[in-house]
């Protein structure tokens, strides 16, 4: 069956990583077709918005969305991608390719994903200033008097419900099941007891339902030293919002680049799929920018789409360009452009 994928390229250099991974993708033949709405600036001067009708009506329509990095008017596709759509589950893989540029000096056997709550906690962005809360006259637990006395400032609410933690730690029993069988859980709950220890409560409660699945849980301090000085030892890591936006990118430092981080975001009855290394403004138009993240993300796609075949393919290809090593881009230490390493991957599969 015919699957309809649309494509949001990003900005910066964004795009030239996406194009490549687009006419590779293409060159399958596995039955997809690409739809590219307008969204952004180009939108904007043409029809009056970011993030027109049309545009919404076209990822309404398609199986998936392919996006590229943003980090300006076409955040508005990306808002509606996640909240409109209700993608609740970012997931972050992290696995070490043989030929990387590590800066760890055994990076071998990586190979663990962060599942992070992609929708609550501080992310629901209600902030304002502290004098808003006087009428509430509430008191900090730490700091024993109310908290609108603290000075001139500002505030931002955590929101953390049972539903949100549920369903997320469901999806990643799920995951687990299909990988190690292993689900470690890092909140702050010595700290923040009702909001980060309710997340580890409803968390403990779902993984009870998986006799299948080991579970242990850590302070989220504690688990980054741990993801340091041992990575190997994870398999599925559930958090909530902030920690694994935070951790995630800390994970991508532990391969050797943001642009080997590929990511996934998931809701019950959609999914997107875009790189976690940025916009790279910095070096837009030299053609250098590491596409392997939109690759890698690309082969999620792909296992989304009921194609996993194709989707191990792709991976298989990545991992044999690394080992080669001979066609790798500048931030692991080669001289290749960005269509050369996506060539190279090309002629692998």
Same mark, same amino acid.
């Given at each position: 069956?015919?699957?309809?994928?649309?494509?949001?390229?990003?900005?910066?250099?964004?795009?030239?990583?996406?194009?490549?991974?687009?006419?590779?993708?293409?060159?399958?033949?596995?039955?997809?077709?690409?739809?590219?709405?307008?969204?952004?600036? %180009?939108?904007?001067?043409?029809?009056?918005?970011?993030?027109?009708?049309?545009?919404?009506?076209?990822?309404?329509?398609?199986?998936? /969305?392919?996006?590229?990095? /943003?980090?300006?008017?076409?955040?508005?596709?990306?808002?509606?991608?996640?909240?409109?759509?209700?993608?609740?589950?970012?997931?972050?893989?992290?696995?070490?390719?043989?030929?990387?540029?590590?800066?760890?000096?055994?990076?071998?056997?990586?190979?663990?994903?962060?599942?992070?709550?992609?929708?609550?906690?501080?992310?629901?962005? #209600?902030?304002?200033?502290?004098?808003?809360?006087?009428?509430?006259?509430?008191?900090? +637990? &730490?700091?024993?008097?109310?908290?609108?006395?603290?000075? %001139?400032?500002?505030?931002? @609410?955590?929101?953390?419900?049972?539903?949100? =933690?549920?369903?997320? &730690?469901?999806?990643?029993?799920?995951?687990?099941?299909?990988?190690?069988?292993?689900?470690? #859980?890092?909140?702050?709950?010595?700290?923040?007891?009702? /909001?980060?220890?309710?997340?580890?409560?409803?968390?403990?409660?779902?993984?009870?339902?998986?006799?299948?699945?080991?579970?242990?849980?850590?302070?989220?301090?504690?688990?980054?030293?741990?993801? @340091?000085?041992?990575?190997?030892?994870?398999?599925? =890591?559930?958090?909530?919002?902030?920690?694994?936006?935070?951790?995630?990118?800390?994970?991508?430092?532990?391969?050797?680049?943001?642009?080997? %981080?590929?990511?996934?975001?998931?809701?019950?009855?959609?999914?997107?799929?875009?790189?976690?290394?940025?916009?790279?403004?910095?070096?837009?138009?030299?053609? @250098? @920018?590491?596409?392997?993240? &939109?690759?890698?993300?690309?082969?999620?796609?792909?296992?989304?789409?009921?194609?996993?075949?194709?989707?191990?393919?792709? +991976?298989?290809? =990545?991992? +044999? =360009?690394?080992?080669?090593?001979?066609?790798?881009?500048?931030?692991?230490?080669?001289?290749?452009?960005?269509?050369?390493?996506?060539?190279?991957?090309?002629?692998?599969?």
């Amino acid at each position: 069956m015919l699957k309809t994928i649309a494509v949001i390229e990003g900005d910066d250099a964004a795009p030239e990583a996406m194009r490549p991974t687009v006419e590779l993708l293409q060159s399958l033949n596995l039955g997809l077709e690409f739809q590219h709405p307008q969204v952004g600036e %180009a939108a904007l001067a043409a029809e009056g918005s970011p993030f027109p009708d049309a545009a919404r009506a076209t990822i309404d329509a398609a199986d998936a /969305t392919l996006f590229g990095s /943003t980090s300006g008017l076409s955040g508005a596709a990306l808002m509606y991608l996640r909240w409109g759509k209700q993608t609740y589950a970012n997931v972050r893989p992290c696995q070490h390719l043989p030929g990387c540029a590590s800066p760890l000096a055994r990076p071998e056997g990586i190979d663990f994903v962060i599942v992070r709550e992609n929708l609550e906690d501080l992310y629901v962005g #209600c902030e304002g200033p502290l004098e808003d809360l006087a009428p509430l006259g509430l008191t900090g +637990r &730490t700091i024993r008097r109310p908290v609108h006395e603290l000075g %001139a400032g500002k505030y931002a @609410i955590k929101a953390i419900t049972r539903v949100g =933690v549920e369903r997320v &730690t469901r999806f990643a029993c799920e995951l687990a099941r299909q990988r190690r069988g292993q689900l470690t #859980c890092a909140t702050k709950h010595n700290m923040l007891r009702d /909001t980060d220890g309710f997340f580890l409560e409803v968390a403990r409660e779902v993984a009870a339902d998986y006799p299948d699945v080991a579970f242990d849980a850590f302070i989220v301090d504690d688990f980054a030293c741990r993801m @340091i000085r041992e990575p190997q030892r994870f398999d599925v =890591v559930v958090m909530p919002n902030l920690y694994g936006d935070i951790l995630s990118d800390a994970a991508g430092g532990l391969l050797g680049s943001l642009g080997l %981080a590929p990511s996934a975001c998931y809701g019950d009855d959609y999914a997107y799929f875009e790189p976690a290394h940025g916009t790279a403004p910095d070096i837009a138009g030299q053609h @250098i @920018i590491n596409p392997t993240a &939109t690759l890698l993300s690309a082969a999620l796609m792909l296992d989304y789409l009921e194609l996993p075949e194709a989707g191990a393919r792709l +991976r298989e290809a =990545v991992r +044999r =360009v690394y080992a080669q090593g001979d066609a790798l881009t500048p931030d692991q230490g080669g001289r290749a452009t960005t269509e050369d390493l996506c060539g190279a991957v090309a002629a692998a599969l």
